[in-house]
């Protein structure tokens, strides 16, 4: 089977299924032909009441993430089902504490992600189906069950088409993100922009920056990793794009910039509202931003959820969410549809310790 990427402009929506307004700043958008969300099986309920088990491990950098908990949790409630959560922190250790605290509490359905990968949380998945729980995945892949997750390469070449014709295919460009290995879908994305440089030959990738993990200071690493990226490249044409793959690395580098009085593209992967604010300012560097609608993927996640707890079939399939793209003309609109988005996640989500 073949796969294409195809590219249109739309706007980015601020959820599906559930009836949020459209959040009405235009997006170009990237997205595999096949295995998109909106080929899951329509969820018609049968009645039955379903309890639905989700860690609540997002941490204060993670908004995208607690963007989808919430819409996972409203898709559960809305539909006559009951959320059993576990607050937890951002790590795969602590994922996967809160679910098999989870199995013990009474659920019909586990919602596993988003660090954690297939191989790490087969052992509760085993567990799970021999009490008879459903499992589902949430930005994961998850063994014999299906998940919904980020388009990583569709993302990644996302980044590579803009970046290329901005920088008309010439020029040295760096990768920063979390460590490598802490999320998988940024070593993906890392990966396939590195390839896609590979063979341009006026283009130069420099070694990648390590970024931390999401329980540490990230914006402070990110500008302090990025001063010592322009301080051992001294020379203001040795670089003409930094590619951070996580908003507050992006933060950081932009910060580190304007303290050093140096000029570069900044491209960012992930919204939030500190992201979007600094974007939208006339002298920030940050001139595009790819984003995950984590919001869709937590509607779809709830439907699926919901679907199996009522004993429906659903394929076992890796669903993919549309990529989100905008500019930095675009960044002020964003930004009130997005906080609008976060005040209703703050607002559910404390009812369960989020």
Same mark, same amino acid.
């Given at each position: 089977?073949?796969?294409?990427?195809?590219?249109?402009?739309?706007?980015?929506?601020?959820?599906?299924?559930?009836?949020?307004?459209?959040?009405?700043?235009?997006?170009?958008?990237?997205?595999?032909?096949?295995?998109?969300?909106?080929?899951?099986?329509?969820?018609?309920?049968?009645?039955?009441?379903?309890?639905?088990?989700?860690?609540? +491990?997002?941490?204060?950098?993670?908004?995208?993430?607690?963007?989808? +908990?919430?819409?996972?949790?409203?898709? *559960?409630?809305?539909?006559? /089902? !009951?959320?059993?959560?576990?607050?937890? !922190?951002?790590?795969?250790?602590?994922?996967?504490?809160?679910?098999?605290?989870?199995?013990?509490?009474?659920?019909?359905?586990?919602?596993?992600?988003?660090?954690?990968?297939?191989?790490?949380?087969?052992?509760?998945?085993?567990?799970?189906?021999?009490?008879?729980?459903?499992?589902?995945?949430?930005?994961?892949?998850?063994?014999?069950?299906?998940?919904?997750?980020?388009?990583?390469?569709?993302?990644?070449?996302?980044?590579?088409?803009?970046?290329?014709? &901005?920088?008309?295919?010439?020029?040295?460009?760096?990768?920063?993100?979390?460590?490598?290995?802490?999320?998988?879908?940024?070593?993906?994305?890392?990966?396939?922009?590195?390839?896609?440089?590979?063979?341009?030959?006026?283009?130069?990738?420099?070694?990648?920056?390590?970024?931390?993990?999401?329980?540490?200071?990230?914006?402070?690493?990110?500008?302090?990793?990025?001063?010592?990226?322009?301080?051992?490249?001294?020379?203001?044409?040795?670089?003409?794009?930094?590619?951070?793959?996580?908003?507050?690395?992006?933060? /950081?580098?932009?910060?580190?910039?304007?303290?050093?009085?140096? &000029?570069?593209? *900044?491209?960012?992967?992930?919204?939030?509202?500190?992201?979007?604010?600094?974007?939208?300012?006339?002298?920030?560097?940050?001139?595009?931003?790819?984003?995950?609608?984590?919001?869709?993927?937590?509607?779809?996640?709830?439907?699926?959820?919901?679907?199996?707890?009522?004993?429906? !079939?659903?394929?076992?399939?890796?669903?993919?969410?549309?990529?989100?793209?905008?500019?930095?003309? !675009?960044?002020?609109?964003?930004?009130?549809?997005?906080?609008?988005?976060?005040?209703?996640?703050?607002?559910?989500?404390?009812?369960?310790?989020?």
């Amino acid at each position: 089977m073949q796969e294409h990427i195809g590219f249109n402009r739309r706007q980015i929506l601020a959820g599906l299924g559930a009836g949020i307004a459209a959040a009405g700043a235009l997006a170009a958008t990237a997205q595999s032909a096949y295995a998109l969300t909106s080929e899951i099986p329509r969820f018609v309920s049968n009645g039955k009441k379903v309890k639905v088990g989700l860690g609540l +491990c997002y941490g204060p950098f993670n908004q995208p993430w607690r963007r989808g +908990c919430w819409r996972i949790a409203q898709t *559960v409630l809305d539909n006559g /089902g !009951e959320l059993v959560t576990v607050r937890g !922190e951002p790590s795969k250790q602590s994922e996967q504490d809160s679910a098999r605290q989870l199995l013990d509490r009474g659920i019909d359905v586990l919602v596993l992600g988003i660090y954690s990968q297939e191989s790490e949380t087969a052992y509760i998945v085993e567990e799970a189906h021999r009490r008879g729980i459903k499992t589902v995945g949430f930005m994961v892949p998850v063994k014999d069950s299906p998940s919904v997750q980020e388009d990583t390469w569709a993302t990644g070449t996302a980044m590579g088409y803009w970046l290329q014709n &901005k920088l008309s295919r010439q020029g040295t460009i760096i990768q920063t993100a979390e460590d490598r290995g802490f999320y998988t879908p940024f070593d993906q994305e890392v990966d396939q922009l590195e390839v896609m440089t590979k063979f341009e030959p006026r283009m130069k990738m420099l070694p990648f920056m390590t970024g931390s993990t999401s329980t540490s200071d990230q914006i402070s690493k990110g500008r302090e990793n990025a001063l010592s990226l322009l301080q051992s490249n001294p020379d203001p044409e040795s670089l003409q794009a930094i590619v951070s793959w996580w908003w507050p690395l992006t933060v /950081g580098a932009s910060q580190a910039l304007t303290q050093m009085g140096r &000029k570069a593209l *900044v491209v960012n992967h992930y919204f939030s509202d500190q992201l979007l604010s600094e974007m939208a300012s006339p002298d920030s560097p940050i001139a595009f931003s790819t984003d995950v609608p984590y919001h869709t993927a937590g509607d779809k996640i709830g439907e699926i959820a919901l679907a199996l707890g009522q004993g429906q !079939e659903v394929p076992n399939h890796t669903y993919r969410v549309p990529v989100t793209a905008i500019e930095k003309s !675009e960044a002020a609109g964003a930004l009130q549809d997005l906080k609008a988005m976060d005040q209703k996640a703050i607002e559910l989500l404390k009812t369960y310790g989020g």
